[in-house]
């Protein structure tokens, strides 16, 4: 069974940091590529970062490149989002999910998400 569990969401000041894990299991985790998404209340989801399946790449939406870092354990089979110099525009649930296309098909997982909230 396919699960990605995230946690470490919150509430955070502007200007704060939080460190969001995923822990992954039931696939392959050193395979796929790994991302966080994030949707705020009223606004479509939209990617933040993604690594890929061996950590040698990284990329990030121009709204959070320099204040967030992304990371991976394969042996752990865990993802980690480290956000800082938080924003009240970062305020969102933020989604991990994992994609790999392996034979021609397509596989995409999510997880359930997380709040995180930044606000004084």
């Known amino acids: 069974q396919v699960q990605l569990v995230e946690s470490g969401g919150g509430l955070v000041q502007p200007g704060g940091s939080l460190r969001l894990s995923c822990a992954a299991s039931g696939f392959t985790f050193s395979s796929f590529a790994m991302s966080w998404y994030r949707q705020a209340p009223g606004k479509e989801r939209e990617l933040v970062a993604t690594?890929?399946?061996?950590?040698?790449?990284?990329h990030f939406s121009d709204s959070v490149k320099g204040r967030f870092a992304i990371g991976r354990d394969n042996a752990k089979n865990k993802v980690y989002l480290q956000m800082s110099s938080l924003k009240p525009e970062d305020t969102a649930v933020y989604y991990c999910n994992a994609f790999s296309v392996t034979g021609g098909r397509e596989y995409n997982y999510w997880g359930r998400g997380t709040q995180v909230t930044v606000s004084s």
């Open positions: 690594i890929t399946s061996t950590g040698g790449s990284k």
